[in-house]
């Protein structure tokens, strides 16, 4: 009983019984549907860009069966508890990041993961959600809008992680691990002329960051301004993507029907430039009906947010609910060219493991905030 009341302090109410079922679970009914929809759209997406593998689908299948099992497992511990580990945990990933700089598995060129033996740990995933969460922890008893001294304290608690995970070479995920602790200081009262500021002098540093920047990543930039200096090499992702796009019209060739990834004209059809194969297969309706989905969830996430009981939790499921959908129209951004290639998955749609489980586990401490709300004020 002590166990229990220390992972779920706050689920005592003398009319649980008059909770319906998904609350019990701790499970919130409409973003659970928005997010099986997204899911149910990725699979049959998947399978075309796939090339219809059944082994593919099967694992990815797996895969999503794992998220929820993580998403329901992380609606259960109380946000309370979230609060009181958050400094250990974050402290873990960080460690964990600096041990992959050190002894790391290296694959493609990066050094990304940790080799456990029985499974490949790549910590920047797990930043994605520690870096909000100690962002929000530094905020949660503290008078805000917050002063420049606690601002200053908390970019560097932001800066620093996304700069190791830089190293590896991730710009992609730095990025991300920027904007999720971003939202959390914009969201606790950033005034605009002191974000203005920052980016004035981000704009500033531009040059600095160009010299220190990779050959790969300075050509993928080169290549965003003009994809046509090098058709067939660094620009023929971002070229057969608009074309594949293009080809769809408005409503699409059909479902297993494109050509361009079928033919494997598109490369990367099943991972980064999946998107492409929505727009070429189902046109612009299409496209239009996934962005619903992805804004729907962002909006239930906001709103989350808005009901939240106490400053921490209202940061942290504010940010985690706008990096999603930033990084959905990052990876959007980049496939119909208007963004610079920076190697991120579409959300709920890619076929992938690890950045899955990290976006279900996400929503899962969203789920947490919300349905412990509702048991507190019965």
Known sequence: MHLLSLLLPSTYNPDYRHHTFLQRLHIDGPLLGGLLLLVGIGLIILFSAASESYEMITRQSFRLGLAFLILFIFAQISPTAYRRWTPLVFLLSLCSLILVLLVGHIGKGAQRWLDLGILRLQPSELLKLTIPMIAAWCFHDRHLPPNLKEILMVAIIIVAPAFLTALQPDLGTAIILIISGGFVLLLAGLSWRLLAFMLAAVAALT???????????????????NPERDPLGAGYHIIQSKIAIGSGGIFGKGWLEGTQSHLNFLPEHATDFIFAVCGEEFGLVGTIVLLFCFLYITARGLYISLNAQDTYTRLLAGSLSLTFCLSALINIGMVIGILPVVGLPLPLISYGGTSLVTVFAGFGILMSIHTHRKLLSG
């Open 207 to 225: 040059p600095l960051i160009w010299h220190f920047m990779h050959d790969y990543q300075r050509n993928r930039v080169l290549t965003f301004l």
